[in-house]
């Protein structure tokens, strides 16, 4: 193991974009399968699955994203999934993380809104309880499921409101899914106290980016790569410090950039946009945050001092509560001073 490598394992994290059924580990995914034998095309063996996990292109990835979703039948493989997130999440030495639930697909497949809900704050409680993490949740919107499913996902928001509920986000294609449609969801989301935060930018260009903010009033975005085309909408970022949650990997494997050295993430910090680094579907990815990291620090040239600062970012631009991003801005400083 680097120096790096070893200090990016041991540093406290802060997790902004990570999707929840896109987080099962083989291990979770063996076991949901082993529940519901022989009725999923998703295979249990990992060697297998890692193959499985292999797209080419985005369109492919959420066609296999949504076979997996498929694997979750019921309120207790809601449970084991979130809680075994929770675990796997801390191993990375994460202290908080904002998980992107979409539950939509989930009640769609039969599992009650209450029953979706009482499992993840069920989850929620354990995760922090037996392993010290503080999970909260982004409730998204599946893009490609049209408004049906903008209008469900918002009563559930509204009606369930779970406790870990802090944002309403966005997700799937953005081809062929204008952002401005989902305009009135987001004003009631955001009437009601939720943070708003679409993926746009990731595999269409900016003007993606700038709907997402001028009609979805995105006080962060998922992904926003495609800001690096866009000089202004750099600087506009840049002043207002509306961060992008960067996913090196993700994005290479979408094949939305073709390969990691073209990866704008150095041009956007460069211009002065505010970036976390985040891991997306780090399984499906063949990915962890820690590598993340890792690939991040090769990408900006980052020494231990660079790589902790990524991690304050990622605390900064989080919706914790100003205590909790004390507290973990703290034990981020020890940690980096114990090392120095
Ligand atoms: O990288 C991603 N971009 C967009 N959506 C994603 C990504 N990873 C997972 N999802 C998930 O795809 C589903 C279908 O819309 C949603 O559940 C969304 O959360």
């Known amino acids: ?19 929840h059924v896109g987080s099962a580990s083989p291990r979770i995914v063996a076991e949901l399968a082993a529940r519901h034998e022989g009725s999923s095309p998703v295979p249990a063996d990992p060697e297998l699955l890692t193959k499985y996990f292999e797209f ?11 076979s997996v979703v498929d694997l979750i039948r019921d309120a207790e493989d809601v449970r084991l999934l979130t809680y075994e997130i929770g675990r796997e999440l801390s191993r990375q030495r994460v202290r908080y993380a904002e998980l992107t639930v979409t539950p939509y697909s989930s009640v769609r497949r039969g599992i009650p809104a209450p029953a979706f809900c009482e499992a993840i704050e069920d989850a929620r409680t354990g995760a922090r309880r037996d392993f010290g993490i503080d999970l909260a949740w982004c409730f998204d919107i599946p893009g490609e499921a049209g408004l049906a499913s903008a209008e469900e996902t918002l009563r559930i928001a509204l009606d369930e409101r779970p406790e870990g509920l802090i ?11 204008p952002r401005p449609q989902f305009k009135p969801y987001f004003d009631q989301a955001r009437a009601a106290g939720l943070h708003s935060v679409p993926h746009a930018g990731e595999t269409t260009g900016p003007e993606t980016i700038w709907d997402a903010i001028r009609e979805l009033g995105a006080e962060r975005i998922g992904h926003g790569i495609a800001a690096a085309q866009d000089e202004r909408l750099m600087a506009y970022l840049a002043e207002h410090q509306i961060p992008l949650e960067v996913c090196p990997t993700s994005n290479l494997r979408t094949r939305a950039v073709t390969d990691l050295a073209e990866h704008p993430i150095g041009k956007l910090v460069a211009a002065g946009v505010p970036v976390s680094v985040n891991s997306d579907d ?21 020494d231990s001092a660079g790589v902790a600062d990524l991690a304050r970012n990622a605390v900064r ?3 914790r509560s100003a205590d909790g991003k004390a507290r973990l801005l703290a034990e981020i400083d020890s940690y980096a001073a114990g090392q120095g």
């Open 1 to 19: 193991m680097s120096d790096l490598t070893a200090f990016i394992a041991g540093l406290p994290k802060a997790e902004l974009h990570v999707h």
């Open 317 to 319: 631009h989080s919706f």
């Open 167 to 177: 944002s309403f986000g966005l997700g799937g294609p953005e081809i062929g899914v």
């Open 56 to 66: 080419r292109d985005f369109a492919h990835f959420i066609e296999i994203y949504l």
């Open 282 to 302: 780090p399984p499906m990815f063949g990915t962890t945050l820690e590598q993340e990291y890792a690939v991040a620090a090769r990408l900006l040239g980052l």
